[in-house]
Nanobody, 124 residues
Framework: QVQLVESGGGLVQAGGSLRLSCAASGRTFSTYSNGWFRQAPGKEREFVASISWILGSTAYADSVKGRFTISRDNTKNTVYLQMNNLKPEDTAVYYC?????????????????WGQGTQVTVSS
């Protein structure tokens, strides 16, 4: 079993920054990808970013490209999402996910393991 624990959410003004962390415990996923997704009220869960554990290759949604950066620390089994120049439309619950194959890392249904979510609120 895998447990994912997110932290780092909060309230920030537009233009500000936050860094989300996702610490994994239990089984490791050295051959899989980790991802960040978000879900705003009344909207579907959407892909934000992903990173492959071995090569560290990354992918981003167009809406966050150039503002968000996903990274990982293999020694700590932790994945990060650095969010800069935040906008009110970034307001959502952000979820960390693990266990997807790299070729399907944008698809939330590909992930068997999820964190509990952390709220990010960006005020205008």
């Amino acid at each position: 079993q895998v447990q994912l624990v997110e932290s780092g959410g909060g309230l920030v003004q537009a233009g500000g920054s936050l860094r989300l962390s996702c610490a994994a415990s239990g089984r490791t996923f050295s051959t899989y990808s980790n991802g960040w997704f978000r879900q705003a009220p009344g909207k579907e869960r959407e892909f934000v970013a992903s990173i492959s554990w071995i090569l560290g290759s990354t992918a981003y949604a167009d809406s966050v490209k150039g503002r968000f950066t996903i990274s990982r620390d293999n020694t700590k089994n932790t994945v990060y999402l650095q969010m800069n120049n935040l906008k009110p439309e970034d307001t959502a619950v952000y979820y960390c996910a693990a266990g997807a194959r790299t070729y399907s890392a944008r698809d939330y249904t590909s992930y068997p393991y999820w964190g509990q979510g952390t709220q990010v609120t960006v005020s205008s």
